[in-house]
């Protein structure tokens, strides 16, 4: 039997919720190991003017436990 862990972290970025998920991931990928997936929670994104400025996640990233 498997033992999944799931840890849940906010990222943002500048170029999309995309890239966005693609940060969380990475950082993540520092110190996790193993990771299997990721499920985007909840996007948000900041508005300055009539510009969206910063795209943000809120995502939960699953990974396999040794």
């Known amino acids: 039997m498997a033992v999944v862990k799931v ?5 943002e970025s500048k170029d999309g919720w995309e890239a966005a998920t693609r940060d969380a991931v990475k950082e993540a990928s520092k110190t996790v190991k193993n990771i299997k997936s990721v499920y985007v929670k ?4 900041v508005v300055e003017g009539d510009e969206i400025t910063t795209y943000r996640v809120n995502v939960k990233i699953s990974f396999l436990v040794d």
């Not at 840890?7 to 990222?11: K, M």
């Not at 909840?42 to 994104?45: G, L």
């Open 7 to 11: 840890i849940e972290l906010l990222a």
């Open 42 to 45: 909840e996007m948000q994104a």
